[in-house]
């Protein structure tokens, strides 16, 4: 039987990777879409390359988006995000891409689903279906198309291109909640790590902060960590990668997110993220860019899909400004009261500022939004194609 052959686009949008299609190309959603994308990825692969597919087997380079023009009065597009795990059969949709975010406005507007001007900045106005949250997205035109070409950088990209600004508004979780315990603290009882002070947050994408210094090497219960370890130095030590797992699941169940660790690990790999949290300190970010501890407010390292993320998430980095503009937090005990809610970060690949304003009202924490700069531009365009049998599930 002759391949399937799908119209989609695969494009970059800030530190990461994807594949978008149009909705009307794509099976209703439900096991059949998942196996069809699953294919187009290359997923599940034992060998852990997603050779065959058009994934790059990390957890920003394998990731799905579907688009579809918005029926909300308020919004131009609605955007669903999936992120297929590597090994396994597994699409997870619970979260946000906050960098691939990024390309949504580029892409509607460039496929012919919003009226734009012809120069300046298009605001795309954006549905995030996953979190059924808005998105305003500032996208900079030239001659009537999307600029790409530009001189904004950001650590984690190597190439200059143009800046696409973001609002992520009210980006508390759907329930309004952004500390789903009411608590800025809470402890954890995580099996082979003891009891843990945690800051569980819903902004951006569901998150737990820890301490870095709070977690134990491989082997060694006394020895934390120093917040500024590398990729290799984490992805390379199985027994700490499991032992953060452990921890994000007993965040997840702790956040209402699964009924059991087993669930959340097996059913959702890609939300909550985890966030370990250090002191500024200098460090060598990957790259060779040497990061100085003035510059920075705080450390953060992500934990996406298992793996340290190379750079950071976007919606990592909003949730890391949410959690230092409320008091009591572990990451405001870090950051401090900053004026102007302008978060100076230090992630694996170098550093980033990103904005949140927050505020109390009647006994609880409200987010207007959070803002943060980013770049995408269109890699490739065409047709995208899969065995036939992959329309079987």
Known sequence: MPQLRIPAVYMRGGSSKGVFFHARDLPPAGPARDALLLRVIGSPDPYGKQIDGLGGATSSTSKVVVIAPSRRPDCDVDYLFGAPAIAVPVIDWSGNCGNLSAAVGPFAISEGLVQTPREGLATVRIWQANLGKRILAHVPMLNGEVQE?????????????????????DPAGSDGSVLPTGRAVDELDVPGLGRLPVTLLNAGNPTVFVRAETLGLSGTETLGLSGTETQAQVNGDTALLARLETLRAAGAVAMGLAATAAQATAERPHTPKLCLIAEPQTYRAAGGKQVQAEELDVIARMISMGKLHHAIPGTGAVAVAVAAALPGTLVNAVTGDLPGGQVRMGHTAGSLAVGAQAREVDGSWQVEKASMSRSARRLMEGWVRVPAESRLG
């Open 149 to 169: 070409e530009g001189d904004f950088r950001f650590d984690g990209v190597a190439f200059p291109a143009a800046e696409v600004v973001l609002d992520f508004l």
